[in-house]
């Protein structure tokens, strides 16, 4: 294994770790904490690690606390390259214990859609919560939209991603 990617790993694990203060120790090693502002997603299914109801809840504290991912792109609803900041999906559904193929996720105006848990990965799609370094208004397609890195590869620029690509989203469903 080349030594940048086993210090990838070693990184993300350690980022993983530090994360998991965010699981309440004291109610036992699969209890999350649960947010104390609005929440703004909801996690729920297939999962391990949960809160209260069973479901994971995310207020926006409880989102950045978790490794945060930054990247620049352009999309087909904006003007220009865009700097998105959130959490990587693959490190949202590793914190909640996701054990499912298949993810269905859900907007605001109740927009569904189903993607493939494979999409989670290094390098690929995030949780964006900022963009341009300010939060984002339901107006603008918040307060959460999963972004991928459409720039990086043209495996992004086709029109199922451009379909996966949710914004105002509020719900993962983690299908088994």
Known sequence: M????LFAMTRRA?????????IAGSAGANTL????????LTVRGAITNVGEGNIAQFDLDLLTALPSETFETSTIWTDGVQEFRG???????????AT???LQLRALNDYRITIPASDAREGG???A?????????????????LVYPYDSTTDYQTEEIY?????QLIEIEVLP
């Open 129 to 145: 919560y900022e963009q341009n370094g300010n939060p984002m208004s339901i107006r603008n397609k918040g307060p959460l939209w």
């Open 100 to 102: 499912g193929d298949n």
């Open 2 to 5: 080349r030594f940048a990617a």
């Open 14 to 22: 350690m980022m993983l770790g530090a994360a998991s203060v965010a």
């Open 33 to 40: 904490a649960s947010p104390t502002g609005e929440p703004l």
């Open 163 to 167: 379909a996966r690509s949710i914004w």
């Open 87 to 97: 959490v990587s999906l693959d490190v949202l559904l590793e914190h909640v214990g």
């Open 125 to 127: 799609p995030i949780v």
